[in-house]
């Protein structure tokens, strides 16, 4: 029997008002989806959802979505878009009197939603709750929540929407949510799922070739597997691309992983260096249970290995964050936006 989502990432609409980013910009008022107009008018809505509950001006809501083009009366539309979403979100609001949604401070506009009301907010919490539950020495139940917070991530972040900022957020959650990719395939690696990581990580590696991290965690994949051959292979391949086009040499934690292979040393995993980019990338610490993503904590978990509970790995490869999902993707968590670098 298949688990069932936490509450958190269930994709039912509940009452009130409820927001999608991670995917196109959609909106629900009371199970009801809401027609939000024009591109630029879901683009400042978009604007608003991402500095949900925080002031955001006028002045950086016309730069955000105009940019340098030519507008000559930008007030004004931001205050037509503005009178527009407040019907759709208090319909049975009285004209003239404040909204409690969205409210204006100023010269400044707030989007009042908590995070269960959008779909980042989500996404954000369970990743939170997953890794303090990796911290706590809960690796499965971590295992589970990543599992279930990326399935419920339908790829490319701010479909539809266009603008300078936008453009630069469309590309930092497709760097955010690639690294939390990384941390579930850590994850799955602690948990035994070496066997049916390998063709993803064959997937991920080819569509972003310049990130180290998923070529050790390929390496490691094969190595577990009995395929050493296939393992130095990959790593050569890693070698070879980034000398070929940039000009440099593997860093350290990929040639410690070859070392460690070569050496024939029980399992890599456990001398990989601390994963930087998952705990950083979204203001954490990182977990600290060892493993590729906790640094040189402690020697290789055998029982971990042996556990029971294998993860779900229903998975596929990464899809362009500004292109369509390629026809070897298809649902799962792995079908990751995150092809372009954060700016």
Same mark, same amino acid.
């Not at 930087?276 to 610490?285: P, R, T, V």
């Not at 649902?331 to 954060?342: F, K």
């Given at each position: 029997?298949?688990?069932?989502?936490?509450?958190?990432?269930?994709?039912?609409?509940?009452?009130?008002?409820?927001?999608?980013?991670?995917?196109?910009?959609?909106?629900?008022?009371?199970?009801?989806?809401?027609?939000?107009?024009?591109?630029?008018? &879901? +683009?400042? $809505? *978009?604007? !608003?959802? @991402?500095?949900?509950?925080?002031?955001?001006?006028?002045?950086? #809501?016309?730069? /955000?979505?105009?940019?340098?083009?030519?507008?000559?009366?930008?007030?004004?539309?931001?205050?037509?878009?503005?009178?527009?979403?407040?019907?759709?979100?208090?319909?049975?609001?009285?004209?003239?009197?404040?909204?409690?949604?969205?409210?204006?401070?100023?010269?400044?506009?707030?989007?009042?939603?908590?995070?269960?009301?959008?779909?980042?907010?989500?996404?954000?919490?369970?990743?939170?709750?997953?890794?303090?539950?990796?911290?706590?020495?809960?690796?499965?139940?971590?295992?589970?929540?990543?599992?279930?917070?990326?399935?419920?991530?339908?790829?490319?972040?701010?479909?539809?929407?266009?603008?300078?900022?936008?453009?630069?957020? &469309? +590309?930092? $959650? *497709?760097? !955010?949510? @690639?690294?939390?990719?990384?941390?579930?395939?850590?994850?799955? #690696?602690?948990? /035994?799922?070496?066997?049916?990581?390998?063709?993803?990580?064959?997937?991920?590696?080819?569509?972003?070739?310049?990130?180290?991290?998923?070529?050790?965690?390929?390496?490691?994949?094969?190595?577990?597997?009995?395929?050493?051959?296939?393992?130095?292979?990959?790593?050569?391949?890693?070698?070879?691309?980034?000398?070929?086009?940039?000009?440099?040499?593997?860093?350290?934690?990929?040639?410690?992983?070859?070392?460690?292979?070569?050496?024939?040393?029980?399992?890599?995993?456990?001398?990989?260096?601390?994963?930087?980019?998952?705990?950083?990338?979204?203001?954490?610490?990182?977990?600290?249970?060892?493993?590729?993503?906790?640094?040189?904590?402690?020697?290789?978990? *055998?029982?971990?290995?042996?556990?029971?509970?294998?993860?779900?790995?229903?998975?596929?490869?990464?899809?362009?964050?500004?292109?369509?999902?390629?026809?070897?993707?298809?649902?799962?968590?792995?079908?990751?936006?995150?092809?372009?670098?954060?700016?």
């Amino acid at each position: 029997m298949t688990p069932s989502l936490p509450l958190s990432l269930s994709t039912a609409h509940p009452a009130g008002l409820s927001f999608e980013l991670l995917g196109e910009v959609r909106g629900w008022r009371d199970g009801a989806e809401i027609p939000l107009g024009a591109p630029r008018q &879901r +683009a400042l $809505l *978009a604007v !608003l959802l @991402l500095r949900a509950g925080s002031p955001v001006s006028r002045d950086h #809501l016309i730069d /955000g979505i105009w940019g340098d083009a030519a507008v000559t009366d930008g007030p004004n539309l931001v205050q037509a878009y503005i009178s527009k979403l407040r019907r759709l979100f208090e319909p049975d609001r009285a004209p003239r009197t404040a909204g409690g949604v969205l409210t204006r401070i100023g010269a400044s506009y707030r989007l009042s939603v908590g995070p269960e009301q959008y779909d980042l907010g989500r996404f954000e919490r369970s990743v939170a709750e997953a890794r303090e539950r990796r911290a706590a020495g809960q690796p499965q139940a971590a295992e589970r929540m990543l599992t279930a917070a990326l399935a419920a991530w339908p790829g490319p972040a701010l479909t539809g929407v266009t603008g300078p900022l936008l453009d630069v957020e &469309r +590309a930092r $959650l *497709a760097e !955010l949510r @690639l690294a939390v990719v990384e941390e579930h395939a850590e994850l799955a #690696l602690q948990l /035994g799922g070496h066997a049916r990581l390998v063709p993803h990580l064959f997937v991920l590696t080819a569509e972003h070739p310049y990130r180290e991290r998923l070529w050790a965690l390929l390496m490691i994949a094969l190595y577990r597997g009995s395929r050493q051959a296939d393992a130095l292979a990959a790593y050569q391949r890693a070698r070879h691309t980034l000398m070929e086009n940039l000009g440099l040499v593997p860093g350290p934690e990929l040639r410690r992983v070859e070392e460690a292979i070569l050496a024939g040393r029980p399992d890599p995993l456990a001398l990989a260096a601390p994963a930087e980019s998952a705990g950083a990338a979204w203001g954490h610490d990182g977990p600290g249970d060892g493993g590729l993503g906790g640094g040189p904590a402690g020697p290789y978990d *055998a029982a971990a290995d042996a556990a029971p509970a294998r993860p779900r790995l229903t998975l596929v490869g990464s899809a362009p964050a500004t292109g369509p999902v390629p026809r070897a993707a298809a649902g799962g968590p792995w079908a990751d936006g995150a092809a372009r670098p954060a700016r």
